[in-house]
Protein backbone atom coordinates (compact mmCIF):
# COMPACT_ATOMS: atom_id res chain seq x y z
CA UNK A 1 0.00 0.00 0.00
CA UNK A 2 1.59 3.20 -0.93
CA UNK A 3 1.27 6.31 0.68
CA UNK A 4 0.37 8.42 -2.32
CA UNK A 5 -2.11 11.82 -1.41
CA UNK A 6 -4.88 11.84 -3.96
CA UNK A 7 -5.95 15.50 -4.29
CA UNK A 8 -9.63 16.54 -2.46
CA UNK A 9 -11.83 18.28 -4.74
CA UNK A 10 -11.52 21.09 -2.80
CA UNK A 11 -8.16 21.02 -3.51
CA UNK A 12 -8.79 20.30 -7.56
CA UNK A 13 -11.31 23.30 -7.37
CA UNK A 14 -8.48 25.44 -6.15
CA UNK A 15 -6.04 24.31 -8.63
CA UNK A 16 -8.63 24.91 -11.32
CA UNK A 17 -9.69 28.72 -10.47
CA UNK A 18 -5.77 29.48 -9.72
CA UNK A 19 -5.09 28.69 -13.32
CA UNK A 20 -8.71 30.64 -14.33
CA UNK A 21 -7.33 33.63 -12.65
CA UNK A 22 -4.14 33.39 -15.00
CA UNK A 23 -5.66 32.56 -18.28
CA UNK A 24 -9.57 32.45 -17.91
CA UNK A 25 -9.93 31.67 -21.79
CA UNK A 26 -8.78 28.79 -21.90
CA UNK A 27 -10.62 27.02 -19.43
CA UNK A 28 -12.72 24.44 -21.05
CA UNK A 29 -16.53 24.28 -21.19
CA UNK A 30 -16.81 21.47 -18.29
CA UNK A 31 -14.43 23.68 -16.83
CA UNK A 32 -16.28 26.65 -16.52
CA UNK A 33 -19.10 24.56 -15.01
CA UNK A 34 -18.26 22.96 -12.29
CA UNK A 35 -16.42 26.54 -11.11
CA UNK A 36 -19.94 27.82 -11.37
CA UNK A 37 -21.82 24.97 -9.96
CA UNK A 38 -19.22 25.18 -7.03
CA UNK A 39 -19.90 29.07 -6.38
CA UNK A 40 -24.08 29.02 -7.44
CA UNK A 41 -24.38 26.78 -4.11
CA UNK A 42 -23.37 29.41 -1.76
CA UNK A 43 -24.19 32.75 -1.00
CA UNK A 44 -22.42 35.04 -3.15
CA UNK A 45 -24.26 38.14 -4.28
CA UNK A 46 -22.74 38.85 -7.88
CA UNK A 47 -20.39 35.95 -8.67
CA UNK A 48 -23.69 34.23 -7.49
CA UNK A 49 -25.15 35.49 -10.74
CA UNK A 50 -21.95 35.48 -12.98
CA UNK A 51 -21.93 31.61 -11.67
CA UNK A 52 -25.74 31.09 -12.72
CA UNK A 53 -25.06 32.67 -16.36
CA UNK A 54 -21.87 30.26 -16.83
CA UNK A 55 -24.24 27.41 -15.51
CA UNK A 56 -26.51 28.38 -18.74
CA UNK A 57 -24.06 29.56 -21.47
CA UNK A 58 -20.16 28.87 -20.59
CA UNK A 59 -19.50 30.37 -23.94
CA UNK A 60 -20.75 33.91 -22.79
CA UNK A 61 -18.78 34.70 -19.80
CA UNK A 62 -16.54 36.69 -19.76
CA UNK A 63 -12.52 36.63 -18.79
CA UNK A 64 -13.72 39.24 -16.23
CA UNK A 65 -16.37 37.11 -15.18
CA UNK A 66 -14.16 34.32 -15.16
CA UNK A 67 -11.53 35.66 -12.47
CA UNK A 68 -14.45 36.98 -9.92
CA UNK A 69 -15.78 33.30 -10.12
CA UNK A 70 -11.75 31.98 -9.31
CA UNK A 71 -11.38 35.42 -6.92
CA UNK A 72 -14.39 33.87 -5.05
CA UNK A 73 -13.55 30.23 -5.12
CA UNK A 74 -9.66 31.24 -3.81
CA UNK A 75 -10.68 33.39 -1.10
CA UNK A 76 -9.72 36.98 -2.23
CA UNK A 77 -12.36 40.01 -2.58
CA UNK A 78 -12.04 41.58 -6.20
CA UNK A 79 -10.48 44.99 -5.32
CA UNK A 80 -12.66 47.88 -7.45
Given at each position: MTDSH??????HLQKLAARGQ??????TREEVI???AHV???HAGIE???AKKAE????GVTADELRALCL???????VR
Open positions: TPSATEHEPKLLMLAGKEKNIHNPEHILGEKK
